[in-house]
């Protein structure tokens, strides 16, 4: 006889186990703790065999006898419906281990050592907030352009354009890995090119003529700050090396008695040396009494194991007073130094552009070696400060040399 709602609802628990039974195999097992299962019992070849279909009353009578139907259907067809489980489970487990979150972040992981911290948390941020919620859990083989675009329009529709396209190159090296490893078979994303008009261009923010250089001087020179940033704002437009690479500097790394910083870039993979002149080693000396113990010449405001915030210079120029995205930001001192070194005191281009550790192919192919033009950039590094100190002061300005 088939059983009814009421019949299951008021099975009552005994000291052990029993059975409900329905039809087609399929029957209710009232346990003692009063929880209810439901299974369905079938044959394979000759073999008695259970499979579970759930606890009542998350399943109710006319669901089970539906899951009855389908297994029934498949034995019907010669599969065996706790075979086919299995190996649901199975592909659902491979899947999840291949899903496109769980490979972007064994991409990230991989090349940690390679990549700035800072540029791993951040390419990590953008996946979570903008890439994860919504491809994150799909196996990389089933994600298609269209679910890429989607993902990039969602930023783009924000005003994160820039960043809708940096995602998706970000997207398109987490495939390059899968396909390395071979949990892919192709990238998607080159498809995508042109499907989002590109970001316009900006540049880093850069005070460019001198008079304005000069009072840009004065107003650090004036700054109320910690005395650590105040040192870095200092060595900014003396050393004109990326924000990060200054922020992170480490003792180690400097030799104040011969006027020399040496350290590795890892954005361009090369080792580069900085001339320091007699002003910078003044800072660099009178900083050192004050964090030459530890490891950063500039650390944290929390704490000496790890360096100054990657945004303190910036924040110390907004005090200042300075607009970092239109006047003035930390990596604008290079664009300062660049201009000013070419159009005010005519040094060659070449000397000014290895000196900012930018690759400048010669006749060899040699792209950058960090002692090339090494006098003439001791000399360039020497004028360079001596000129910002009459700047400084409010001196006329005036060219140096004559003009090319």
């Not at 019992?41 to 008695?48: M, W």
């Not at 354009?161 to 080159?190: K, L, M, N, Q």
């Not at 009072?215 to 990060?244: E, H, M, Q, W, Y």
């Amino acid at each position: 006889m088939p059983l009814t709602d009421t019949a299951i609802r008021t099975a009552k628990s005994s000291e052990k186990p029993y059975k409900l039974a329905d039809e087609k195999g399929l029957f209710l097992l009232v346990n003692p703790n009063g929880s209810k299962w439901w299974r369905l019992k079938f044959r394979v070849d000759g073999k008695e065999k259970l499979l579970s279909l759930g606890t009542y009353p998350d399943v109710g009578l006319k669901d089970a006898r539906a899951k009855r139907d389908e297994a029934r259907k498949m034995l019907a067809d010669g599969v065996d419906p706790g075979e086919n489980r299995k190996a649901q489970k199975a592909s659902k487990s491979e899947r999840a281990a291949n899903s496109f979150e769980v490979i972007c972040r064994e991409w990230l992981e991989q090349r940690k050592d390679t990549v700035e911290p800072a540029q791993t948390a951040k390419t990590l941020a953008r996946m979570e907030n903008d890439v994860f919620p919504w491809i994150g859990g799909k196996a990389i083989t089933d994600l298609t352009a269209p679910d890429v675009l989607s993902v990039m329009r969602r930023m783009d529709e924000r005003g994160a354009r820039y960043t809708a396209h940096r995602v998706r190159s970000e997207i398109s090296r987490a495939f390059r890995y899968a396909i390395a490893t071979g949990r892919a078979e192709r990238d998607p994303c080159p498809d995508l090119r042109g499907a989002i008009p590109p970001a316009k261009e900006t540049h880093f923010a850069a005070i460019t003529d001198p008079k304005e250089v000069g009072g840009l001087l004065r107003a650090i020179d004036g700054f109320r700050g910690t005395f650590v940033v105040k040192s870095a704002l200092l060595l900014a437009p003396l050393l004109f090396v990326r924000p990060g690479e200054l922020r992170q500097a480490e003792w180690a790394s400097f030799d104040l008695d011969k006027s020399a910083w040496r350290y590795f870039i890892n954005k361009t993979k090369t080792e580069h040396l900085v001339p320091l002149s007699s002003q910078a080693v003044a800072v660099l000396k009178e900083l050192h009494t004050l964090t030459g113990h530890g490891r950063f010449v500039f650390p944290g405001a929390r704490g000496n194991a790890r360096p100054m915030s990657e945004a303190a210079v910036n924040a110390a120029l907004r005090r200042m007073g300075f607009d970092t995205k239109t006047e003035i930001s930390g990596h604008g001192f290079r664009a300062m130094a660049r201009t000013i070194l070419h159009e005010e005191l005519h040094v060659k281009p070449e000397v000014i552009e290895h000196q900012l550790a930018h690759s400048v192919p010669d006749a060899l192919g040699t792209a950058y070696n960090r002692t090339k033009f090494l006098k003439e950039r001791k000399a360039m590094m020497q004028l360079w400060a001596d000129y910002l100190d009459k700047l400084k002061a409010g001196a006329e300005v005036i060219r140096l040399h004559p003009a090319a």
